[in-house]
């Protein structure tokens, strides 16, 4: 019985745990998702050089990608809650 009750405990530890790290994601994500209108909005600035477009253009291809990931990563936390299949995630 005992052995039982600690792994509804585990269980549930990791389900809140996984439960704030996407949170976390959804406001990082969004926060992320900001700067790609800001810096949308720098670059139809006319006042530009080439050089200036460019240095936006890698950034936001930046910011592109690490939202991708982000997205990737939430899309596996929120898919194993889902599931009832919740553990603790260690990134290392």
């Known amino acids: 019985m005992r052995q039982r009750q600690?792994?509804?405990r585990r269980q549930n530890v990791a389900k809140r745990s996984m439960a704030k790290e996407a949170k976390q994601l959804t406001g990082l994500i969004a926060s992320l998702r900001k700067s790609l209108e800001g810096i949308h909005k720098q670059r139809t600035?006319?006042?530009l050089s080439g050089a200036e477009i460019g240095l936006l253009d890698e950034r936001r291809n930046n910011l592109l990608l690490t939202i991708a990931a982000l997205?990737?990563?939430l899309s596996a936390v929120q898919g194993l809650i889902d599931l009832?299949?919740?553990h603790i995630i260690r990134v290392h």
């Open 71 to 73: 997205d990737d990563r």
């Open 6 to 8: 600690a792994e509804t």
């Open 84 to 86: 009832g299949r919740p």
């Open 45 to 47: 600035n006319t006042k």
